[in-house]
């Protein structure tokens, strides 16, 4: 019997979760990403880009297409989809799994600043001139520009169209992983002071956050949003290792 599986992504995880369950001619996989970067990276599975329509769009996927597991694999910050996917999850009965990687902890040499949100992150930015890097989604950085005082440095896969209404912003399109060395040697080039990160946990993003424990540069972090409480794993290879006892179970129950 083959099981389908929708892993909603966006994320390497999700990637590679993809991958490794590739591996099992038991899975049927699909892979959902919601479509916010132009150019997405190529995935090992079939993918469908774009938003379902809430919870119950969600839902009438899941039953169209007869899903058995759902998985979210999605971003951190990706609360709405998060909460959506349990909604779904509850309405439809099918069983899902999350992952859940862990947040950044304080070590010994952090100036950070932790705020709960984007207004908060866009207060705490002193009043005097700073060297600000952005690390941010495209649609998080608009309300930055009421701090035109600041110089800035914008990070990000696609570029910002339009360009933000600030008279001091550089501009650099990549897509990661970056390595510290090149973090490092990318913040002394722009002489940066002040990071401003979500607190995204993991080593994909990683990098940056260590190059300023080493260059001693203060980050405003910002933490995560509340997300639904449903079955979940730190990494990949858990989150792996929980869809093949669900596998097992379901056989079991002759599902």
Do not use: C
Not at 25 to 41: H, N, Q, W
Not at 52 to 58: I, R, Y
Not at 120 to 128: N, Q, T
């Amino acid at each position: 019997m083959t099981y389908s599986i929708l892993i909603l992504g966006g994320t390497a995880e999700a990637k590679a979760l993809a991958a490794m369950l590739l591996a099992s001619p038991d899975y049927e996989i699909l892979l959902s990403l919601a479509g916010r970067t132009k150019t997405p990276a190529e995935q090992p599975v079939p993918v469908r880009i774009g938003g379902f329509g809430g919870a119950e769009g969600l839902a009438a996927f899941i039953r169209e297409k007869g899903v058995d597991l759902l998985i979210n694999a999605t971003h951190p910050f990706a609360a709405r989809i998060s909460r959506n996917a349990a909604e779904a999850a509850i309405s439809t009965g099918v069983n899902i799994l999350a992952l859940r990687r862990p947040a950044w902890s304080r070590q010994k040499g952090d100036h950070w600043q932790e705020v709960a949100d984007i207004p908060a992150a866009v207060a705490a930015l002193d009043i005097a001139p700073r060297r600000v890097f952005l690390t941010l989604g495209r649609q998080e950085l608009v309300p930055f520009a009421a701090m035109k005082q600041h110089r800035y440095l914008v990070r990000s896969v696609d570029p910002v169209e339009p360009p933000l209404d600030l008279p001091h912003v550089s501009y650099i399109t990549a897509r990661g992983p970056f390595s510290e060395s090149d973090e490092i040697a990318l913040l002394k080039q722009h002489e940066i002071d002040l990071i401003v990160s979500k607190n995204s946990g993991g080593t994909a993003s990683a990098a940056k956050i260590n190059a300023a424990r080493r260059l001693g540069i203060e980050v405003v972090l910002i933490e995560r949003p509340r997300l639904p409480d449903v079955p979940s794993a730190k990494s990949v290879e858990e989150l792996a290792g929980m869809v093949r006892h669900w596998e097992l179970s379901a056989r079991k129950r002759g599902e």
